[in-house]
Nanobody, 123 residues
Framework: QVQLVESGGGLVQAGGSVRLSCAASGRTFSLYAMGWFRQAPGKERESVAGISWSGGSTYYAESVKGRFTISRDNAKIAVYLQMNSLKPEDTAIYYC????????????????WGQGTQVTVSS
């Protein structure tokens, strides 16, 4: 069992930066691939970024490549999403999720989810 709690969201101006954190509980955290997803009002949940259990493999949605960076610290049992050059279209609730398997973009493959943190980017 893995429990996830996101933090770090808030209101930021376009062009600004935000760092999201996802604190996890559970002894087997280091065995899970982790992903960040987001959901804007009226839209489906979409993949943002993911990282393998070792941190050696990552993926990013095309819309965030070059602006967002995912990282993890297995010693601290946490995963992070550094978001730079934010745009109003990045406004959404951001969720972290854990997958006991390979890093993938499909949210249906993820076993555990946090409650989400709101990020609002003003123009």
């Amino acid at each position: 069992q893995v429990q996830l709690v996101e933090s770090g969201g808030g209101l930021v101006q376009a062009g600004g930066s935000v760092r999201l954190s996802c604190a996890a509980s559970g002894r087997t955290f280091s065995l899970y691939a982790m992903g960040w997803f987001r959901q804007a009002p009226g839209k489906e949940r979409e993949s943002v970024a993911g990282i393998s259990w070792s941190g050696g493999s990552t993926y990013y949605a095309e819309s965030v490549k070059g602006r967002f960076t995912i990282s993890r610290d297995n010693a601290k049992i946490a995963v992070y999403l550094q978001m730079n050059s934010l745009k109003p279209e990045d406004t959404a609730i951001y969720y972290c999720a854990a997958n006991f398997g390979p890093v993938v973009a499909d949210p249906h493959r993820y076993d555990y989810w946090g409650q989400g943190t709101q990020v609002t980017v003003s123009s």
